[in-house]
């Protein structure tokens, strides 16, 4: 059966420090895979796209990789704050479908 | 308007009684999405229309999920008989290309509906 998984226990980490939230897929042959970013009480917002033939996507503070043969993509956050505390889904379109499918998120919290 | 709005935020139905949820997505945008997500899970796909025609109705769980989008601008999300297994939040997402998997477009969101059954 096809699944998207994600860490379902919370991330706590220290400020300052690197988080790294994975994402795993099974029986998905995705051209990309997306990062939103979701607050409480409101919808997700989109960070980061990474496609297929792409090994390492970055933007500011945050890093994404994407590797078909472990099929698992890796979001880290460098130098994290606590307004980096979020839910974290990772998002994926198989093949050509007109749909995202996407991940349970992770819960990452930053502590002073 | 600026990004995707949805009516109402909160919504609180007795069980059998009929809801109607709107989105408005941003202006222009020819694809819109339709999502259910429980708590503690992530979204999940209910429903596709690009302009006016619904291309993918796959993820609507029963026959009393019905939606449309007449003009192919505001679209509504319509639950006949609630129950309380369709407590979640609905999100409403635009994006203004028309093939998602041929694209690398991303989806905007809109806030969401609580929908609570009681």
Redesign the interface.
Same mark, same amino acid.
């Given at each position: 059966s096809q699944k998207i998984e994600q860490n379902s226990e919370a991330l706590n980490i220290q400020e300052g420090k690197t988080a790294t939230l994975t994402c795993n897929y099974t029986n998905y042959s995705p051209a990309y895979l997306q990062w939103y970013r979701q607050d409480p009480g409101r919808g997700p917002v989109f960070l980061l796209l990474i496609r297929e033939n792409e090994k390492e996507k970055r933007k500011e503070r945050l890093k994404v990789t994407f590797d078909t043969t472990l099929k698992q993509s890796l979001f880290h956050i460098t130098a994290s704050q606590p307004a980096d505390s979020a839910t974290y889904l990772c998002a994926l379109v198989d093949g050509t479908a007109s749909k995202l499918t996407f991940g349970t998120g992770t819960r990452l919290q930053v502590t002073l | 308007g600026a990004g995707?709005s949805q009516s109402p935020r909160y919504k609180v139905a007795k069980r059998g009684q009929d809801v109607a949820l709107r989105c408005d997505p941003i202006s222009g945008h020819v694809?819109l999405?339709w999502?259910q997500q429980a708590l503690?899970?992530?979204?999940?796909?209910l429903t596709?229309f690009?302009n006016e025609a619904q291309?993918?109705k796959s993820?609507l769980p029963s026959d009393r999920f019905f939606a449309e989008r007449p003009e192919g601008s505001v679209s509504t999300l319509k639950i006949q008989r609630t129950q309380q297994e369709d407590s979640a939040v609905y !999100?409403c997402?635009s994006s203004s290309y028309e093939?998602? @998997? !041929?694209t690398?477009d991303?989806?905007?969101?809109?806030? @969401?509906t609580r929908l609570t059954v009681l």
């Open positions: - | 995707v694809s999405f999502y503690g899970q992530g979204p999940e796909f596709y690009q291309l993918d993820g !999100l997402a093939f998602l @998997g !041929l690398t991303t989806q905007y969101f809109g806030p @969401g």
